[in-house]
RNA sequence: GUCCCCAUCGUCUAGCCCGGUCCAGGACACCACCCUUUCACGGUGAGAACCGGGGUUCGAAUCCCCGUGGGGACGCCA
């Protein structure tokens, strides 16, 4: 194991989103690339704000996208406590030395870090006050994504608010400092804190970590970043619509980074082993749900049967509110498998599956009136279909190919073509004129199902 | 307003560090065609970009400067 030491430092005030996400693959990533460490922090200082719910929601996240971390809540380490709501003793600890430094002062009930340098008053156009500012030297920050950024940090700041609790950048630097991070990887918006950062590393007398700081990832239509209410920001969007976790992960390692040649749909492992902070970019990304759509359906082709459909009854089974799917669930196992395997290589997305397959679990299914009127406007489809069901008993039904088989010998002996059979039996079959293909359709639906069916549209 | 970061097809990006091999490559999306038993997948092809202006240089997408544009920060939020 190597001394790199990253960690993911998530506040529990809302949903858990993309570019949080993004971050923690990045670290994880980082850590796993140098065999180092990955600490997953729970930063909830802000009593108001938080909530176990959300705390529950990055656990679940986290997890399912195979982010695990090797020191954090549930899993422990010997730099806990995980949270920093139970690190109020260490915090007490560290603003003593900075207090025994003299670097902290009080003011409106509030324990303020103070910078050094000449002090003077100037009218903030912004804030619309007088400030109090500090002339101090630049703070220098060796970016390993950005280079050298200078930044000045002229105003003391709070590290302690008048109700007595410890302050984000104190606790973040205290932290780091305590849990021995080297590697601080996080996104782009925290740029202009770093030179606070800084300062109370220096304040402390410890050594400042390596920053890496990340482009942020910008909502999909209109200006800024991506925030917890942008659609599909949430990861748990993802897992609840039955996204596959890697195409996922697949996807956000791409949204700033590349292996620096053509290839994009690769194995975690790969991703790892030509993962690094240089080969970060330094522009912000738009996020683009239908390239993550693209991949998430090149991850389900590939997946091996047995995957396929655990994943399949795994969705269904989710989809509580879905008659059709609950009714899918239902059925014979077996038969469930078949449905879903001739699915399998039709669909974009496990969402799809429900509304995709309803007809084979349940004779009650739609039937779209359009197509319906278009294939009957063409030839003699319900004299096709009555040649059909003459056909049937000398069909063999035990594989697509027999289907098929039994099919052309019809079409022969007709001096027809599949097309004149295909729509009609297709309508009949699951009221509409897309899915799977029609042989297959017949073979899984079974011969006596297939006749109830083709009768019953004769007689509609 | 101040400070910081960024700038290649509509989008994600390769190329930039180490100028010439780039009339700029790949992917997603879009369009056309092919495949086909519907719908997809797949295949082939088309259109589509170096933000603008200066400079350095024999030569700049690549280096420098200035504009402009985009993003971020400026909380007793994180």
């Known amino acids: 194991m190597s001394s790199v030491r990253v960690r993911f430092a998530p506040s529990p005030t809302g949903f858990f989103h993309i570019g949080s996400a993004r971050t923690a693959l990045f670290n994880w990533l980082y850590a796993r690339h140098t065999g180092g460490t990955f600490v997953l922090r729970i930063e909830d200082t802000d009593k108001e704000r938080n909530s176990e719910q959300f705390l529950n929601v990055i656990y679940d996240s986290l997890t399912w996208l195979g982010l695990t971390w090797d020191e954090g809540p549930k899993v422990g380490g010997s730099f806990g406590p995980y949270r920093q709501s139970e690190r109020a003793d260490i915090y007490r600890e560290f603003l003593a030395k900075l207090t025994a430094a003299g670097r902290t002062y009080e003011k409106d009930g509030a324990i303020w870090f103070k910078l ?19 002339r101090t030297a630049p703070s220098v920050i060796d970016d390993r994504i950005r280079g050298r950024v200078e930044r000045v940090e002229d105003e003391d700041f709070v590290i302690f608010r008048s109700d007595g609790n410890p302050v984000f950048h104190f606790v973040n630097v205290v932290d780091d400092i305590a849990m021995q991070i080297t590697h601080v990887i996080r996104g782009e918006d925290h740029l202009s804190n770093t030179s606070k950062h800084v300062e109370l590393f220096k ?3 410890a050594p400042v970590p390596q920053f890496a700081h990340i482009p942020l990832i910008l909502k999909q239509n209109g200006p800024g970043k991506m925030s917890k209410r942008d659609q599909g920001a949430l990861i748990e969007e993802y897992q609840r619509r039955g996204y596959i976790p890697e195409a996922l992960v697949n996807f956000l390692s791409l949204l700033g980074w590349n292996p620096g040649d053509n290839r994009e749909k690769m194995p975690i492992a790969e991703i790892v082993r030509l993962f690094d902070l240089p080969g970060v970019n330094q522009s912000n990304a738009r996020f683009d749900d239908k390239k993550l759509a693209h991949m998430n359906m090149a991850y389900l082709l590939e997946l091996p049967a047995d995957a396929f459909v655990a994943k399949a009854r795994e969705y269904f089974a989710g989809q509580t509110e879905n008659a059709a799917a609950r009714t899918a669930l239902a059925a014979d196992e077996a038969y469930f498998r078949e449905v879903m395997l001739l699915s399998q290589p039709k669909i974009k997305g496990l969402e799809e ?3 995709y397959t309803v007809y084979f679990f349940t004779e009650e299914f739609p039937i779209d009136a359009k197509v319906r009127d278009k294939v009957l406007a063409k030839g003699e489809p319900k004299a096709r279909l009555g040649e059909l069901i003459e056909a049937l008993p000398t069909i063999d039904f035990s594989t697509d190919t027999t289907v098929e088989d039994g099919l052309k010998q019809l079409i022969a002996a007709k001096g027809l073509g599949f097309g004149d059979y295909q729509a009609v039996a297709r309508l009949a079959l699951s ?20 006749k109830a069916r083709f009768e019953r549209f004769l007689a509609s």
Do not use: C, Q, W
């Open 116 to 134: 050094l340098g000449e002090r003077y008053e100037v009218f903030d156009d912004h804030r619309k006050k007088t400030v109090t500012k500090v």
């Open 203 to 205: 304040a402390f007398g």
């Open 353 to 355: 599956l429900p509304a």
């Open 431 to 450: 009221g509409t004129n897309v899915g799977p293909s029609i042989t297959g359709m017949m073979r899984v639906l079974g011969r006596d199902r297939v």
